[in-house]
Antibody, heavy 122, light 107 residues
Framework: QLHLQESGPGLVKPSETLSLTCTVS??????????WGWIRQSPGKGLEWVGS???????YSNPSLQSRVTVSTDTSKNQFSLKLTSVTAADTAVYFC??????????????WGQGTLVTVSS | DIQMTQSPSSLSASVGVRVTITCRAS??????LNWYLQKPGKAPKLLIY???SLQSGVPSRFSGSGSGTDFTLTISSLHPEDFATYYC?????????FGQGTKVEIK
């Protein structure tokens, strides 16, 4: 059974870097059948796709965040991480990691972590 | 970015009734449309993918239809555990975008 678990600080100061890790059990993140990514949810903006990676090689991020987002992997631990720089209060949200199951030219977010709340505040 | 608009934003319904939620895309997305259910404090759960395909393990009272720009999620007979917020999401082009949600409440 696939399981995803987010971890990281729940409080980040403005202008600093948000860092989260997703630990995956039950499937290798190196699989060519899936993307793995981050989605966040805030009261003001609803659900927002943040960024993803494929086959531990290619990474993609939301253009609205692109210059601040880095998605990286640690295949030895079957983990992937999110770094979001220069955070502001607008980055306060619940952050989810999820598997993006590729289906030909489309996809579906079929497995999600439980989510972790990150608050940006001094 | 493709904008997804759901209607209504909320609705009140009784157990056993049929419920329909609509989702409209700002441009054609073929059938690249997914539906999710979310309960408070939990992650979204995939219900329907590719507009009309039922995700494994999801009850058959859920169904989806549509293509192009207009889509529908139907619950044929509302169960107590179905009271939640529902989201549509397009997977036609990056960045993936979501609707603002439809909250289904008990009447």
């Amino acid at each position: 059974q696939l399981h995803l678990q987010e971890s990281g600080p729940g409080l980040v100061k403005p202008s600093e870097t948000l860092s989260l890790t997703c630990t995956v059990s039950g499937a290798p993140i190196t699989s060519k059948a899936y993307y793995w990514g981050w989605i966040r949810q805030s009261p003001g903006k609803g659900l927002e796709w943040v960024g993803s990676f494929y086959h531990s090689v290619s990474t993609y991020s939301n253009p609205s965040l692109q210059s601040r987002v880095t998605v990286s992997t640690d295949t030895s631990k079957n983990q992937f991480s999110l770094k979001l720089t220069s955070v502001t209060a607008a980055d306060t949200a619940v952050y989810f990691c999820a598997r993006d199951d590729l289906m030909g030219s489309s996809s579906r977010l079929d497995y999600w972590g439980q989510g972790t709340l990150v608050t940006v505040s001094s | 970015d493709i904008q997804m608009t759901q209607s209504p934003s909320s609705l009140s319904a009784s157990v056993g009734v049929r419920v329909t939620i609509t989702c409209r895309a700002s441009q054609s997305i073929s059938s690249y449309l997914n539906w999710y259910l979310q309960k408070p404090g939990k992650a979204p759960k995939l219900l329907i993918y590719a507009a009309s395909s039922l995700q494994s393990g999801v009850p058959s009272r859920f169904s989806g239809s549509g293509s192009g720009t207009d889509f529908t999620l139907t619950i044929s007979s509302l169960h107590p555990e179905d009271f939640a917020t529902y989201y549509c999401q397009q997977s036609y082009s990056s960045p993936w975008t979501f609707g603002q949600g439809t909250k289904v409440e008990i009447k």
